[in-house]
């Protein structure tokens, strides 16, 4: 996943990071028989992700953010780290290069080292979406939860008690002995 920040945002590891997140995809990396490859391209405010897993050398893109304001001077870094999840990962080499693009002349007097890492969208496309657990464990147990939770766990209590003294019925009736 893809997340820009200023310093002011902690990243939520129990939400691997999603309301952060500006983009994200799934590449299958783990476990393969030859290397995979990730690469990063950031290019006139535009932030692009490709990934070759398959070692055809065909790059596939993954992440496409435009409007991505970064200042020089920064640090590149690549975590396996998620939240929860977590892997190993050996990262063999990291290849940076600086490309010599032609700017527009608007961008010639910006000064890149002062600029604040930010995106030029309006929010977040991650920001006001619902939470995937459902709206019954997104908020606190009122009243109304609590009484449905006992409820169905009362009618899932007698239910098994019917079936087990059927069961045991069938099993006493098949057990008699007549002598």
Known sequence: SAMVNNGSLTYDHSKDGRWTELAGCTADLRNQNH?????VRYSRGRLTV????EDKNEW????????????????????AGTGDLSDNHDIISMKLFQ?????????ETVDWTKIEPSVSLLKSPKDNVDDPTGNFRSGPLTGWKVF???????????????????VFQKRQERNKRFY
């Not at 290397?35 to 690469?39: E, H, K, N, R, V």
């Not at 490309?99 to 961008?107: Q, R, T």
């Open 50 to 53: 490709m990934t070759d897993v």
């Open 99 to 107: 490309l010599m693009v032609e700017h527009p002349l608007e961008d």
């Open 60 to 79: 596939k893109n993954c992440i496409d953010i435009a409007g991505v304001q970064l200042p020089t001077g920064y640090f590149f870094g690549a975590s």
């Open 148 to 166: 449905l939770l006992l409820l169905c766990a009362l009618l899932g209590i007698i239910v098994c008690a019917v079936v087990g003294a059927v």
């Open 35 to 39: 290397d995979t490859f990730l690469a």
